[in-house]
Nanobody, 117 residues
Framework: VQLVESGGGLVQPGGSLRLSCAAS????????MSWYRQAPEKERELVAR????????NYIDAVKGRFTISRDNAKKTVYLQMNSLKPEDTAVYYC???????????WGKGTLVTVSS
């Protein structure tokens, strides 16, 4: 099983980034997918979640209206479009797959997003 995040980097405040998470080794279409983030000296927090068929999404208040989670089950990839980025969005972003039926969950190793001028 692998989850590989990409797309992180340095961006100025107000800028945009698109994160991707490519999955392999499990039945991607059967798993809900989430993006988490962990800022320095802070606990990891859930940012956004999308159910297995993409029919429902959830976001934390801090990113509503700025971030969009989406998935392509044919490509086994989940995305996080991040617009109007703020310095407080600086963190390592992780993707997670979870299945309520099997109880299994998988994590990627993360990609660093730095928002700074």
């Amino acid at each position: 099983v692998q989850l590989v995040e990409s797309g992180g980097g340095l961006v100025q405040p107000g800028g945009s980034l698109r994160l991707s998470c490519a999955a392999s080794g499990f039945t991607f279409r059967s798993y809900a997918m989430s993006w988490y983030r962990q800022a320095p000296e802070k606990e990891r927090e859930l940012v956004a979640r999308i159910i297995s068929d993409g029919g429902s999404t959830n976001y934390i208040d801090a990113v509503k209206g700025r971030f969009t989670i989406s998935r392509d089950n044919a490509k086994k990839t989940v995305y996080l479009q991040m617009n109007s980025l703020k310095p407080e969005d600086t963190a390592v972003y992780y993707c997670k797959a979870d299945s309520r039926y099997s109880g299994r969950e998988y994590w990627g190793k993360g990609t660093l997003v730095t928002v700074s001028s």
